[in-house]
């Protein structure tokens, strides 16, 4: 029975319909997606002899424009403190629905479901409520100042990026539960049973064994947090839409336009598609190591616990 | 021990505050689902005046234009459902064939799929909108505002982590299970989907279901791909575009929101454990 490749046509075949796929829709537009960001590709400039290469030119561009390195230090800080916010909230929760509590079962779904619910529709939702309901809630319990157009959540840059993180958390906590929940379910019962007989007060308990015993499950809930909060667009869209505008190094810009929305914008609103591209291309870079550092140190962290 | 119960109550309290803290906002969209556009602007936070309200807006969004709600709802599932089943059948078989070859080229394609997970939509994206054109006014086959197109998207997008997720999964099959079907005559396609399929169920589940939670409730790539007021929506692209045409008429707006959700939320109560699990079983590999 060592015939291990005796079956070509099988695996061609079976391979056929995904690499056709792959190629189509990864392959050639990543490709034509790295040389159009070196042309002056636009919606006139589309191919032929009006499209030519422009070397480093929408490159230089980025680097010479406010609004992107803005855009950057805001997406960096947002990821950062919607990573922190989601994990700390997932990890919480995870604890208390994995409690001997009695309607624990409801409260996991409970927590979970919002993140059913897509990030376009969820930021409507957010809009809502801090632009109706808190207002109104504030006249209710006596704080006028709630209700003035200037004071509202969305109405100001920074608190307007906090709005962006509760929608975000609100989304996004209930899934990175469930992976905490997992990993804690796995820590032997007799383990806690024995540090409690020697006298371990429950917080210490969370400390050496609980969160050791889940570093696995670290590595993965920062990746999908980080990757997530770093490509966030449709909370982005329907919540804040990049709004308000403010000043940054003397040029009016959005407050709130995240990467993503940054790369979208400069393509279909500015009309210029290879500068979108460009964006687009150093958005990749940056993501992708990022993301390899920030796996390699928590593997390496793992195996030293 | 009383001590000890005293700290359950205390953490039944607080699980049952933050339980309805989560939920508040879905409780938010329905009262005011059932108000009409001066009640909800000036009293947001009490309940309606008259429930029944909601039909009369539920109606209104249910025949407006620029939603249509039960052509973009029927476009959801037929989406979703075309992709999941392209993608756990064809990213099965992949996987099998790219486990049970040990080549070099069998190698290197499992890699280029694995490292292909880093590319985010965002650098495709662009150039993938031209391709899908050029593709068009050469062989005459529309990609975009089309079925076609949208589906070999969500395939190509889809498929490194799902083949990631099945050639896990198949690695851990024992080899003897196949050789026995081939001894009893079962030739070499039959044994994946005679023997091979049927037993990868619990890593159908979790392909299923982040796939089918990823595609069902995608904005951007059905906005370039289909784009906005076109015949072929999604509820998210119908919900912005209507949030769009009708600024700040949350009484619409939210009804919207309402009947996008309320499908999902059913779902998801009557296929929980299953969802659940699922999640699980994919994200702790």
Known sequence: ?305 | MKRARASTVALEVLSAVLFLVFLFPFFLVLINSAKGSFEITQYPMSLPTDWMNIFKNAAAIWTSVNLHYPSSFLSSIIITASSLVLLNLLSAQAAWVLVRTKTRTSAAIFLVFIAAMVIPFQIVMFPLLTWFRQIAAVTGIRLLRSYTGILLAYLGFGLSMSIFMFHGFIKSIPLELEEAATIDGCRRHEVFYRIIFPILKPIHATVLVLNGIWIWNDFLLPLLVLGKGNAVMTIPLAVANFAGAYVKQWDLILTAILMAMVPIIIFFLAAQKFIIKGMVAGSIK
Do not use: C
Request: net charge positive; aromatic share 14%; proline share 4%.
């Open chain 1, 1 to 305: 029975m060592k015939r291990k490749d005796s079956h070509p046509l099988v695996f061609w075949l079976f391979l056929a319909p995904v690499l056709f796929a792959f190629v189509m829709v990864i392959v050639i537009p990543f490709f034509l997606g790295v040389y159009y960001s070196f042309t002056n590709w636009s919606s006139s400039a589309r191919a032929g002899n009006a499209l030519r290469l422009v070397g480093l030119e929408n490159y230089v561009r980025i680097f010479n424009d406010p609004a992107f390195a803005y855009s950057f230090i805001l997406t960096a800080t947002y990821t950062v403190l919607n990573m922190l916010v989601i994990n700390v909230v997932a990890f919480a929760l995870a604890l208390l629905v994995t409690a001997k509590t009695r309607l624990r079962h409801a409260y996991r779904a409970g927590f979970f479901i919002p993140n059913l619910i897509g990030g376009l529709i969820l930021g409507y939702i957010w809009q809502f409520i801090f632009n109706n309901a808190v207002p109104s809630l504030g006249t209710l319990l006596g704080f006028a100042s709630w209700a003035d157009p200037a004071n509202l959540v969305l109405a100001r840059n920074t608190s307007a990026l906090g709005a962006l993180i509760v929608a975000g958390t609100w989304q996004y906590a209930g899934y990175i539960m469930v992976i905490y929940v997992a990993a804690i379910e796995t820590v032997p019962v007799e383990l806690h049973e024995a540090a409690q007989i020697d006298g371990a007060s429950p917080l210490r308990r969370l400390r050496v064994i609980t969160i050791p015993m889940a570093s696995q499950a670290f590595t993965i809930t920062l990746f999908l947090t980080l990757v997530q909060s770093f490509k966030q667009f449709d909370v982005n869209v329907s919540l804040t839409g990049g709004g308000p505008s403010t000043m940054f190094m003397g040029k009016p810009i959005y407050g709130t336009e995240l990467l993503a929305m940054n790369i979208y914008n400069t393509a279909f609103i500015s009309n210029d598609l290879a500068g979108g591209q460009a964006r687009a291309v150093v958005f990749f870079l940056v993501l992708a190591v990022i993301s390899l550092i920030q796996v390699s140190v928590n593997k390496k962290r793992e195996i030293e616990l």
